[in-house]
């Protein structure tokens, strides 16, 4: 994985501040790129969750909210009265913040884990909440006190946002796009015709062909990390391939869960190279890849280890800026024919099976995050799509699903296939 960087975002220069109320206050998401606004569109929410050792009571709440806001100032950004790079009142947040109390945490993570839709209820609150479940009685035998849940719209925070503030770092966004990086004007030039022609028929797709309102569901997976580790080197595959193919497989059920011939997915990755047709807010790019089913467990991974390297040695950034090119055209349609984008439309999925995220290592540091505790948690929820989110910490990386509730059970098939190729595999490269 690529590494990551922060930028800071100038949120302490008073004429750009009030530059930027000036332009909220007639249209709240007027900041936002055209990704950010096609994901707020979408209803498209994150959640990151961890147990923590301390209690976290209503005071605690209180401030660690207000860190979290001074560290990701885009938290401040998109609401109705936003004041964008402000801190906020107190009155604002507590009601953004709540705790509950619970006699033991048995069922947690998944038990509290949903949509998420609350964040865009009360369209003068900030897009974001941020729960606690404390034991009732203190810390339980495992040294558990309290269950921290913060759930976002997706157009706010992505997964590098959550790493960097695990650490207790900034994880404003400048202008993630490099102007001194240009995309030849030949390329771009391709990606606005093909996004021209590709919207209307997105649009027209999505309304014949935008999957009904399913009932989601989440599960959590804690995994090993030195047994991922472990299998990769023996397959002989990098553990991103092990992870994916380990999550297509168990929901594929050889052809009855996704598909009989290949399972179409977008996956996302973080990169450096940023160019001038990168979106000005968001680091991670997306990557399409069709993976060809195979009965056999290891022969897929090997076969998802191939494909993989062959999307990679491609254009990275291809599938990233024809979206963003196609996401701008959408909202300019969208100003002319509100009618057309209706949830219907943001329900649709594109056809594709899957969506695998791999977000970068979460470590606790510095105060923001004092007392968590491993495994940590993070996904995704889009109304129309199956997603799977990995996130890596020191000994664990935990599966984190959002799909239809059918595929849940064949999720928890996950832990059993690792075992299968952990005993096929047993002394080779160890």
């Known amino acids: 994985m690529k590494s990551f960087t922060a930028t800071t975002f100038a949120a302490d220069h008073a004429e750009a501040l ?24 979408a209803r498209n929410t994150v959640y990151f969750t961890a147990f923590s050792q301390e209690r976290l009571d209503h005071d605690h709440l209180i401030k660690l909210v207000g860190e979290m806001v ?23 947040l507590e009601a953004v913040t709540s705790s509950i109390e619970v006699d033991e945490f048995d069922g947690y993570p998944d038990k509290w884990l949903e949509p998420g839709l609350e964040v865009f209820e009360d369209d003068e609150l900030p897009l974001f909440r941020v729960k606690a479940i404390v034991r009732r009685d203190g810390p339980d035998a495992e040294g558990r006190a309290s269950m921290l849940l913060v759930r976002s719209s997706h157009a706010l925070m992505e997964g590098a946002d959550s790493a960097l503030l695990t650490r ?3 994880a404003g966004h400048g202008v993630m796009s490099s102007s001194a990086n240009k995309v030849p004007w030949g390329r771009k030039f391709g990606y606005a015709a093909l996004a021209a022609l590709s919207a209307p028929m ?11 309102r399913k009932e989601m569901g989440f599960r959590s997976l804690v995994l090993e990390r030195q047994k991922l580790r472990r299998v990769a ?41 940023r160019r001038d047709a990168d979106d000005d807010f968001f680091r991670v790019r997306s990557l399409e890849a069709k993976f060809p089913v195979e009965g056999d467990l290891a022969r897929f991974i090997r076969t998802v280890d191939r494909t993989i390297s062959a999307v990679e040695q491609k254009d990275l950034t291809r599938t990233q800026f024809v979206l963003n090119a196609m996401f701008a055209m959408h909202r300019r349609l969208a100003r002319v024919f509100p009618y057309l984008y209706s949830e219907r439309f943001f329900r649709f999925n594109g056809g594709y099976h899957l969506v695998l995220t791999l977000v970068p290592p979460h470590r606790m540091y510095g105060s923001l995050t004092h007392g968590m505790m ?34 849940l059970p064949d999720a928890d098939r996950v832990h059993a296939l ?13």
Not at 19 to 36: I, M
Not at 70 to 92: D, W, Y
């Open 202 to 212: 997105h649009l027209a797709a999505a309304h014949l062909m935008s999957p009904g």
């Open 233 to 273: 080197n023996a397959l002989g595959v990098r553990q991103r391939a092990l992870m994916f193919g380990l999550v297509m497989h168990a929901l594929n059920k050889g052809g009855e869960g996704l598909h009989r011939k290949a399972i179409k997915t977008v996956y996302t990755m973080l990169d450096d190279d």
């Open 168 to 170: 207790s770092h900034s």
């Open 18 to 41: 009030a530059h930027a109320e000036a332009l909220v206050r007639d249209d709240p998401q007027a900041l936002f790129t055209d990704f950010q606004w096609f994901l707020y569109r």
């Open 418 to 430: 690792l075992d299968q190729l952990d005993s096929e595999t047993a002394g080779k490269d160890r």
């Open 374 to 407: 491993e495994p940590v948690f993070c996904g995704s929820y889009h109304p129309g799509s199956n997603l799977c989110t990995y996130v890596p910490a020191r000994d664990h990386i935990t599966f984190n699903f959002c799909t239809r509730t059918r595929h």
């Open 70 to 92: 001074s560290l990701a100032p885009q938290l401040t950004h998109g609401f109705k009265g936003a004041r964008p790079g402000q801190p906020f009142p107190l009155a604002m």
